[in-house]
């Protein structure tokens, strides 16, 4: 038995089902990955290789799923999930509460965003138990995390490198591990 219809998240992850035609040569707004700049201060590009990280756990997700093994798929959520609350996690603990005080209505916009991520993270995660994922689900969750992470990079990381260094090295234990980047 699948875990999620099939169909319907082939068509979100581009893979065996989607139609390749409207793929070619373009890619939805939710499949286009994130905008770095080349040179980016270590805190910051720390930050911005954990989304990538977990850009890559949530594709190898996809991939578990079309395997169809629900043994396989929960594992691969659980790691995804994990990972996703403790990049979140070590952001408003060691960012955003030194971030307050600089930017107050920034800080809580990105904190409305997290309890909204962990909101669509729990949702997703009974729907994959009850094998009941769809299209917009899916949609629905990256177009969330990746529009975060794209405001994130923007505004919050380019301020992350002038955090005490006594924050940044607890941040960094926390966003550990690095999820195989």
Not at 48 to 58: E, G, I, Q, S, Y
Not at 59 to 67: I, N, Q, S, V
Not at 98 to 110: C, H, I, K, T
Request: proline share 4%; charged share 30%.
């Amino acid at each position: 038995m699948a875990c999620v219809d099939w169909r319907a998240l082939a068509r979100v992850a581009g893979g065996p089902g989607a139609r390749r035609s409207t793929l070619r040569g373009t890619r939805r707004e939710y499949e286009e990955p994130m905008e770095t700049t080349r040179e980016i201060p270590a805190l910051r590009l720390r930050l911005v290789a954990d989304h990538r990280a977990l850009d890559k756990l949530f594709e190898a997700l996809l991939d578990d799923m079309h395997g169809g093994d629900p043994r396989v798929c929960q594992a691969s959520w659980a790691r995804f999930e994990q990972a996703m609350l403790n990049h979140i996690d070590a952001e408003e603990v060691f960012l955003l509460t030194s971030f307050d005080r600089v930017d107050p209505e920034e800080a809580a916009g990105l904190r409305q965003e997290h309890a909204t991520l962990r909101h669509l993270l729990a949702e997703m995660g009974v729907r994959l138990e009850l094998h009941a994922v769809k299209e917009e689900h899916v949609k629905r969750l990256v177009v969330a995390i990746r529009t975060h992470a794209a405001r994130e990079e923007a505004l919050l990381y380019k301020w992350a490198d002038q955090l005490a260094p006594e924050l940044a090295g607890p941040m960094l234990k926390k966003l550990s591990p690095r999820h195989g980047t």
